[in-house]
């Protein structure tokens, strides 16, 4: 080549060092971002709870975490089972599955940040047709049909890449959205967890109350099965009348009817506890054992503390983080598309000269695209967005509204129930004295039968409402705890 036509080739060629400098450009230009910037939305903190007045939260040294918070109600038997909900149970697990499905999508956005490198190679094997007939080449390149031909080969290999630079922060923001988004499957993942494990411990508790309320029915059906014995030798030598035989007959079937309903609810209430651990029905039973009544003090914090403990607060306050950026990822659609491709490859008839330098070819590009006209469809996906956006700002706002109330609830109910139980305590054991005195009175013949009934039938009652009430606030301890966010910690 002559110096005139040197000339020529650099005059039409871009220098190699614009090149770089574009590519520098681009890459600079990286760090620009169209998205808005992400604030918590704001929402109501009261500076305390309502409820808390005149209710005296636990001490302090109370409040330090030891373990799973089950373990406050002292019962080995709960432990055991509640461990089972994070192994055994198919909402968790599938939360776990959902939680990993959300992380490898992080880290497939999080590859759309790199250039993608691609290797291919490829071999031909052509003949020519000779004469107005086919030629027929046998796997030696030799030609045993058609009268004669050319055979010829051909082997490709060529290394290639391609990268979008994040100009206008699209892709990043795609990464930050994924992110946000794993972050919410996470508090998902924790809020399933921690229902589950309520679910578990509430239908434990209520199972040891049947238990309890059992073991109280089958003392008062043998009581009735000693009175309905005392009446019937009366009624035999003519003391009393038979009605008050056909009422202790009835108080006894009663009783007997209530039983059965109370094996009922406890078998409904296992068979709950089977499934919460992934088991079936069959496979499961709870053998009777004594109820423990423990009552732990859950210690209640300020309301900003709630709102960073309670995962469903959290993973509502991460999909408002995931809307904010899907704005700037739709938002990027005004601006054109920047591309960069590069080649290097060989051409050859014989594999052996394939990497023979005069074989080798190479490429590099830079694009740019922009859309001029869509008839409105990037401003309404803006649009759309900010509307998404907005949705998920009004339901993370809800939902914490909903904690403040669930919290309120449990505090009005914790304190409401132990002073029901106080009250209770105080009706079961004037009922007792009642049951008592008229039956001595009854005995002595000074009173029908009919009162007996009625003084038996409203110390039972006493008795079965004392022990609904130990459940409620067993079982509302429960619901405090969850509505806490299942733990707490002072420091």
């Given at each position: 080549m002559n110096k005139t036509s040197m000339?020529?080739?650099?005059?039409?060629?871009?220098?190699?060092?614009?090149?770089?400098?574009?590519?520098?450009?681009?890459?600079?230009?990286?760090?620009?971002?169209?998205?808005?910037?992400?604030?918590?939305?704001?929402?109501?903190?009261?500076?305390?709870?309502?409820?808390?007045?005149?209710?005296?939260?636990?001490?302090?040294?109370?409040?330090?975490?030891?373990?799973?918070?089950?373990?406050?109600?002292?019962?080995?038997?709960?432990?055991?089972?509640?461990?089972?909900?994070?192994?055994?149970?198919?909402?968790?697990?599938?939360?776990?599955?959902?939680?990993?499905?959300?992380?490898?999508?992080?880290?497939?956005?999080?590859?759309?940040?790199?250039?993608?490198?691609?290797?291919?190679?490829?071999?031909?094997?052509?003949?020519?047709?000779?004469?107005?007939?086919?030629?027929?080449?046998?796997?030696?390149?030799?030609?045993?049909?058609?009268?004669?031909?050319?055979?010829?080969?051909?082997?490709?290999?060529?290394?290639?890449?391609?990268?979008?630079?994040?100009?206008?922060?699209?892709?990043?923001?795609?990464?930050?959205?994924?992110?946000?988004?794993?972050?919410?499957?996470?508090?998902?993942?924790?809020?399933?967890?921690?229902?589950?494990?309520?679910?578990?411990?509430?239908?434990y508790m209520a199972l040891r109350s049947a238990d309890a309320q059992r073991q109280l029915l089958a003392t008062t059906i043998e009581g009735y099965e000693r009175e309905l014995r005392i009446t019937q030798n009366r009624y035999d030598v003519g003391i009393i009348p038979h009605s008050d035989v056909y009422q202790a007959e009835t108080q006894l079937a009663t009783a007997r009817s209530d039983l059965l309903a109370l094996?009922?609810?406890?078998?409904?209430?296992?068979?709950?506890?089977?499934?919460?651990?992934?088991?079936?029905?069959?496979?499961?039973?709870?053998?009777?054992?004594?109820?423990?009544?423990?009552?732990?003090?859950?210690?209640?914090?300020?309301p900003s503390t709630l709102l960073q403990r309670r995962p469903d607060i959290a993973g509502a306050e991460r999909r408002v983080a995931a809307a904010n950026e899907q704005i700037g990822i739709a938002r990027s659609a005004y601006f054109p598309d920047i591309g960069l491709t590069a080649s290097y490859g060989t051409a050859a008839s014989r594999v052996g000269d394939l990497f023979n330098a005069s074989a080798a070819a190479w490429s590099f590009g830079l694009s740019a695209a922009q859309t001029l006209f869509d008839a409105g469809a990037t401003r309404a996906r803006v649009a759309g967005a900010r509307a998404a956006h907005e949705q998920s700002v009004a339901n993370y706002r809800q939902t914490v509204l909903n904690a403040f109330a669930d919290v309120e609830d449990q505090l009005a109910a914790t304190r409401v129930l132990a002073q029901q139980q106080e009250l209770r305590r105080q009706a079961s054991e004037a009922a007792a004295k009642v049951e008592q005195q008229v039956t001595n009175r009854y005995r002595a013949g000074q009173v029908s039968y009919s009162e007996v009934v009625q003084a038996q039938v409203t110390a039972l009652n006493a008795r079965r409402s004392l022990i609904q009430v130990q459940s409620d606030r067993q079982t509302t301890a429960i619901a405090l705890i969850q509505s806490l966010g299942g733990g707490w910690h002072t420091n």
């Amino acid at each position: 080549m002559n110096k005139t036509s040197m000339k020529a080739v650099q005059r039409n060629t871009p220098p190699i060092r614009s090149t770089l400098a574009m590519l520098l450009a681009a890459v600079l230009a990286a760090g620009c971002a169209v998205g808005p910037a992400y604030q918590v939305p704001a929402t109501p903190a009261p500076a305390n709870f309502k409820e808390m007045q005149g209710w005296v939260p636990a001490a302090p040294a109370d409040a330090l975490e030891r373990g799973p918070w089950w373990t406050l109600f002292d019962d080995p038997v709960l432990n055991e089972l509640a461990a089972q909900v994070e192994v055994s149970n198919q909402n968790v697990a599938a939360a776990v599955a959902a939680y990993a499905q959300a992380r490898a999508l992080v880290a497939e956005q999080r590859a759309t940040l790199f250039p993608a490198v691609s290797l291919s190679a490829s071999g031909t094997r052509s003949g020519t047709r000779n004469g107005g007939r086919a030629a027929t080449v046998d796997p030696n390149g030799n030609i045993i049909g058609g009268g004669g031909g050319n055979v010829a080969n051909n082997y490709r290999l060529s290394l290639g890449g391609s990268w979008e630079p994040d100009v206008w922060g699209r892709l990043r923001a795609g990464v930050t959205a994924a992110g946000a988004s794993a972050q919410a499957s996470a508090a998902d993942l924790a809020a399933a967890t921690l229902s589950a494990q309520g679910e578990l411990a509430a239908n434990y508790m209520a199972l040891r109350s049947a238990d309890a309320q059992r073991q109280l029915l089958a003392t008062t059906i043998e009581g009735y099965e000693r009175e309905l014995r005392i009446t019937q030798n009366r009624y035999d030598v003519g003391i009393i009348p038979h009605s008050d035989v056909y009422q202790a007959e009835t108080q006894l079937a009663t009783a007997r009817s209530d039983l059965l309903a109370l094996d009922n609810q406890r078998a409904q209430l296992e068979h709950a506890i089977a499934v919460l651990i992934g088991k079936a029905p069959a496979e499961f039973a709870l053998a009777p054992a004594p109820w423990n009544v423990t009552v732990p003090d859950v210690p209640v914090g300020v309301p900003s503390t709630l709102l960073q403990r309670r995962p469903d607060i959290a993973g509502a306050e991460r999909r408002v983080a995931a809307a904010n950026e899907q704005i700037g990822i739709a938002r990027s659609a005004y601006f054109p598309d920047i591309g960069l491709t590069a080649s290097y490859g060989t051409a050859a008839s014989r594999v052996g000269d394939l990497f023979n330098a005069s074989a080798a070819a190479w490429s590099f590009g830079l694009s740019a695209a922009q859309t001029l006209f869509d008839a409105g469809a990037t401003r309404a996906r803006v649009a759309g967005a900010r509307a998404a956006h907005e949705q998920s700002v009004a339901n993370y706002r809800q939902t914490v509204l909903n904690a403040f109330a669930d919290v309120e609830d449990q505090l009005a109910a914790t304190r409401v129930l132990a002073q029901q139980q106080e009250l209770r305590r105080q009706a079961s054991e004037a009922a007792a004295k009642v049951e008592q005195q008229v039956t001595n009175r009854y005995r002595a013949g000074q009173v029908s039968y009919s009162e007996v009934v009625q003084a038996q039938v409203t110390a039972l009652n006493a008795r079965r409402s004392l022990i609904q009430v130990q459940s409620d606030r067993q079982t509302t301890a429960i619901a405090l705890i969850q509505s806490l966010g299942g733990g707490w910690h002072t420091n």
